[in-house]
């Protein structure tokens, strides 16, 4: 799915889901636009929900779509969650290294690539770490940075199948405004063939989504926008219920769902994603 996006000039929303509500939402969302769609679970989740039960529910969510659908583990330094998931035959995981020295990333890096490619199971590689905490996971420091020619010349030595670089973006919502790095992906794009992977797209513009896909972006990342949809929703029904002392949690559901689609509407219509199946 990357590997089409970056040649025809579009990215490919991964979307992270809380559910199996939001999951529906979500799967909903793209099969309307005609988009390919990667669910991504973070390690909070997927330990919340467990690991045969995120896969069955996938399978039976995903199993009726008329479009590409894959299933990702986000942001996980955790080995054995990794061969956890690897097991269970998910399309990729996101192993992240980012609290590591460099060789000791590069080294892990490589065993789980050997690990998950035996699997029939793509990676997607982050050595140096992208600012902000998501899901429990990260640092709002900037522990580790290299050069464009390192992080190029690692991932050919690993075999990794995606690139998560540091491109001046954060996980969560923004407190003030970011210094973006296209110029970024250029340099690694003219480095390497794999696609590169944009974290922290929540709170980014149409016109910063675009910048980044020219320069050769073509996995983009959403997980914020879905939360802030999913509560919102919540809060507002809950409100409403308590006003009309009417509590019917279907009712709520469904407002929920009509909230998380709308959010994933949008990002997909901004990433270019739309009629791409």
């Not at 793209?30 to 990667?38: G, H, M, Y």
């Not at 997980?223 to 809950?238: D, F, G, I, N, P």
Request: proline content about 4%.
């Amino acid at each position: 799915m990357t590997q089409d996006a970056r040649a025809r000039g579009y990215a490919v929303p991964a979307v992270n889901i809380l559910d199996d509500l939001s999951l529906r939402a979500v799967i909903a969302a793209a099969s309307r636009a005609r988009s390919p769609l990667i669910v991504q679970v973070s390690v909070k989740t997927v330990r919340s929900i467990g690991t045969d039960l995120m896969t069955t529910m996938f399978r039976s969510a995903a199993g009726t779509a008329d479009i590409p659908v894959a299933l990702h583990l986000d942001h996980c330094p955790d080995r054995a969650v990794i061969s956890d998931v690897v097991r269970a035959g998910w399309s990729s995981v996101l192993f992240d290294a980012s609290d590591r020295s460099l060789a000791d990333a590069e080294r892990e890096t490589a065993e789980v690539v050997a690990e998950a490619h035996a699997n029939g199971v793509d990676v997607e590689s982050e050595i140096e770490n992208i600012v902000g905490v998501e899901d429990g996971v990260g640092s709002d420091v900037a522990l580790h940075a290299y050069d464009v020619e390192t992080l190029a010349a690692v991932a050919e030595r690993t075999g990794v199948d995606l690139l998560a670089p540091q491109l001046g973006t954060a996980h969560g919502e923004y407190k003030a405004k970011p210094v973006l790095r296209p110029d970024r992906v250029r340099e690694l794009a003219q480095r390497t063939d794999r696609p590169i992977v944009l974290h922290g797209g929540t709170g980014l513009s149409r016109e910063d989504f675009r910048a980044f896909i020219e320069a050769g972006v073509s996995k983009i990342n959403i997980s914020t926008a879905v939360k802030v949809a999913y509560m919102r929703s919540a809060e507002t029904h809950l409100a409403g219920a308590r006003e009309r002392g009417r509590w019917d949690p279907p009712s709520m559901f469904r407002d929920i769902s009509a909230a998380v689609t709308s959010a994933v509407a949008e990002c997909i219509d901004e990433f270019g994603s739309a009629g791409r199946t």
